[in-house]
């Protein structure tokens, strides 16, 4: 019993820093690379605790679950994380000097990595299920290619035999549910960014009517300019008519790029963003729909309002809060848009409007998947610009009262 005690703990340290990594880093490491040399460290710290409380048995025999972050780092990370994790383990377990188990543990890493590596590739490439029963598969090799070494190295022996055979099924029953679980929450990751682009997909087709209506009154103004300075009477205020022409093509185009930008896909990095300029940006696309409404956006927007994000989401985030504010005044009135900097670090953003309001149930509810306080809404696009916010360490404060209106104050950090 002391030993199956002694692999429980093993599971237990190589738990712990998978769940400590998916529960509180995967959402705020955006860069590729920082987050595959973060899982390096984080499958290299389970490695350590794994081996530094080992399962001992007989004279100077030694087990534990190593196996399992060396194996996922090594399918999850490709071939200079399996590098690293693999020259870890052998250095580690230098550290308690050169004995038959430190030849045993350099002979199963030379002969098991190069077919770990092998099938990464396929692993990579394959759906769940089939990835599932590659990790096993690698798994249950590893466990018995180490105990063939650990028998030829030491001795038959019926006791030792049994807890290599425990080591082995304890090996593959947590790979198999480690498998599906990271695969589970990969999958919900995936989800969370299928659902902002589908979010913001919806966004541009209620807004195309009135974009094409807003791009075409330019387009008419300069076609009637055209007109007049084909006239052979025109008088001399020419130049002034070319001028209005070219503004009103420009305004136009700028549309248009702002459209485009805010329908991109997003990239997951990072950059450092001008809060107060992309809340402009945003204003200028959506301040057509806005008319449209027989809706009136003030402004009163401060520079220098700097810090890091992605500014496609930060934008995405803005146009569902407005779009909501904007909707929620039936009969026209006024939104109040500010952003100023705060003493205590933060950027405050300000969205309030003279709409229907909420009560205090609704207010706790806002957010939620699927909860709208429109006929035809789904409640995913507040849900996703909450999740948005939160994203870059932010928060988002409602205030509310019933047929007087709402105030979103939105707290992003600043940078200097």
Known sequence: MNIIKDFLLQLTLTITPVFIYYTFITEKIKSDKSRKVLFSIIWGISILLCMSFPVSFGQNARLDLRIIPLLFGSLYGGLWPSIFLSALIIFYRLHFGISIGFYNTVLVLILSLPVILIFQKSFSRSKRDKRVKIAVSL????SLFGLTIFIILRGF????LMVQMIELIFAVIVTYFFTILIETIREIHNLRVEMQNTERLRVISELTSVFAHEIRNPMQATRGFL????????????????KISIEELDRANEIINDFLSFGKPSVNNDEKVDVGYQLRRVVNIIQSYSLHHNVKIHTDINEDCWMYANHQKLNQSFINILKNAIESMPNGGIVWITCTSTDDGYIKITIQDQGIGMTKKQIDRLGSPFYSLKESGTGLGMMVSFQIVRSFKGKIQVNSEKDRGTEFIILLPRIS
């Open 139 to 142: 798994s249950f090799y590893y």
């Open 157 to 160: 022996s019926k006791n030792y």
């Open 227 to 242: 007109q007049l300075l084909n006239d052979p009477d025109l008088p001399l205020n020419k130049k002034e008519y070319i």
